[in-house]
């Protein structure tokens, strides 16, 4: 006999995580795929995810027309961690003389050697290698390396799946977009009617942006999103900044939106190009009930900046400059930098710089708290 576990968050499942079950049933001969939504993944133990039931119910959802595909909720029941081994182990129990296959994309391959007991793992169980969005000789090297580690060989199935991410899909229900183009139609109508990753009032917000603008937000939250995790943020705050971030960024002086807003003074007559941050708080506060104060603050600086900025700060502050769509003259060395660590100061300090570099050159007004932002985080570093 021979059986598949197919193991992952599935926050939520998406279209390419039927795909690849599909090939894996197919191109390993598989007598059963066990589909298996984690508990609490080892690697993101600080992320919400959405509720077990919903996760279980939407995964139900979306492989039920995969006739050998089965939905497990043995990781889930089990609570706590959930380490690969000991469902490895489980398995093992269940199945003593099967022969049977762990299906990992070609970023978890990479990350094995950290996973808790992998010799203990290929003892058990063979990796069935999907490749995601890879170059074509991705396989030889990765092949050279995880035999001269392991000494073992892994599977590849014939497939090059998609740049689809579940992130992403978070953003885009956050933003309240239909979801059936990346998610398979049963699961992407439970989803969307539970509305666990909904971000209130943020549809209409966006719909106060002209669309290449709102198309600039979604950008934003997609990157703030992803960078998130690593740096400790909570997912939903991130996406909450970033979608609201420039909800000012197109009202007309005389919109309702903004009846009693007034630009800070503090820091002396604020330049037009800067506005919309602190209008953007504002309407987000009045207009569209954004209590986070941490939220209101990352949307009143995203274009300024200010000295000892939060986490949150920092990330949205950058994420609106290296969102895909941005191409200007050192974009790629920022966009490395703020991969780069657990911290975005150095990033941060090097956009700043960059920033006041570019408007001396073209001659634009210079915001003070803008120049006292960088010298705060120049004297830091």
């Known amino acids: 006999m021979r059986i598949g576990v ?8 998406h279209v390419e995580h039927t795909r690849l079950a599909q090939v894996a ?13 984690a508990h609490t993944p080892p690697h993101k133990p600080w992320r919400v995810l959405a509720p077990d039931s919903m996760r279980l119910e939407a995964c139900r959802l979306a492989f039920a027309e995969i006739p050998k595909a089965e939905v497990s909720d043995y990781e889930i029941s089990q609570g706590g961690t959930s380490y690969t081994y000991l469902t490895c182990r489980h398995f093992r129990k269940v199945y003593p003389d099967a022969e049977i296959f762990w299906l990992v994309g070609t970023d978890m391959l990479r ?23 890879e170059r074509a000789d991705w396989l030889e090297n990765e092949r050279v390396a995880f035999t001269t580690l392991f000494g073992k060989e892994f599977a590849v199935l014939p497939y090059n799946g998609a740049d689809v991410s579940s992130t992403k899909i978070r953003v885009l229900a956050g933003a309240g977009m239909r979801l059936t183009e990346l998610v398979p ?3 992407a109508e439970y989803i969307e009617e539970k509305g666990w990753y909904e971000i209130p009032r943020a549809k209409e917000a966006l719909a106060l942006e002209k669309p290449e603008r709102r198309a600039h937000s979604i950008r934003v939250a997609q ?16 996406i909450t900044a970033a979608l609201f971030h420039d909800c000012a960024k197109n009202l007309p002086d005389r919109s309702k939106y903004l009846d009693g807003f007034s630009p800070p003074t503090a820091w002396g007559e604020v330049p037009s190009k800067v506005v919309h941050q602190f209008a953007g708080a504002f309407v987000a506060r009045q207009s569209f009930g954004v209590k986070d104060e941490e939220v209101l603050s ?10 000892n900025m939060s986490e ?12 895909e769509g941005r191409n200007y003259e050192g974009v790629d060395e920022l966009r490395r930098l703020f991969w780069k660590g657990d ?3 150095e990033c941060l300090k090097t956009a700043l710089s960059e920033t006041l570099k570019f408007l001396e050159k073209k001659g634009g007004d210079i915001y003070p708290l803008t120049k006292t932002a960088y010298d705060f985080y120049a004297d830091k570093a």
């Open 185 to 187: 139609d049963n699961a």
């Open 25 to 37: 049933i197919d191109g390993l001969g598989l007598d059963k795929l066990f589909v298996m939504p």
């Open 223 to 238: 990157l703030a999103a992803s960078r998130a995790l690593s740096l400790k943020i909570p997912e939903k705050k991130a």
């Open 111 to 133: 990350d094995f050697p950290t996973w808790k007991n992998p010799r203990e793992i290929l003892e058990i169980v063979t990796l069935a290698v999907c490749a995601r969005n």
């Open 343 to 345: 911290s975005l100061d």
């Open 312 to 323: 949150l700060e920092k990330l949205i502050f950058l994420a609106d400059m290296l969102e």
């Open 298 to 307: 990352a949307i009143a600086y995203h274009t300024s900046a200010r000295p």
């Open 6 to 13: 197919f193991g992952g968050s599935f926050d939520p499942v």
